[in-house]
């Protein structure tokens, strides 16, 4: 069974930095394509960043020049880098992930379960 577990959300004021973490446990042969999302309150949950095996990297307009996706895949990790924090910012992020457990399964889609990420004075 596969699990993800994000860390590093929290409260920061408007202009800081904050790095989200997002570990993959379990039967794990390849991480293929890595993203972070984010729901706001009353709004529908929408693309940050992804990230493919093979290093092409993708961000939503509001992202770019502030964020930073990357991945350690000796400890099946997916971080997000986030400066200059906005309050619109303010969030709950996700990390998806798809993955192969063995060398010939397909890719399957995983969740993590989410962290609240707060841009405040």
């Known amino acids: 069974q596969v699990q993800l577990v994000e860390s590093g959300g929290g409260l920061v004021q408007p202009g800081g930095s904050l790095r989200l973490s997002c570990a993959a446990s379990g039967s794990i042969f390849s991480m293929d394509t890595m993203g972070w999302y984010r729901q706001a309150p009353g709004k529908q949950r929408e693309l940050v960043a992804t990230?493919?095996?093979?290093?092409?990297?993708e961000y939503a307009d509001s992202a770019k020049g502030r964020f930073t996706i990357s991945s350690d895949n000796r400890k099946n990790t997916v971080y997000l880098q986030m400066n200059s924090l906005k309050p619109e910012d303010t969030a709950v992020y996700y990390c998806n992930v798809a993955l192969r457990s063995t060398w010939i399964s397909s890719p399957k889609e995983y969740w993590g379960q989410g962290t609240q990420v707060t841009v405040s004075s």
């Open positions: 990230l493919t095996s093979g290093g092409f990297t």
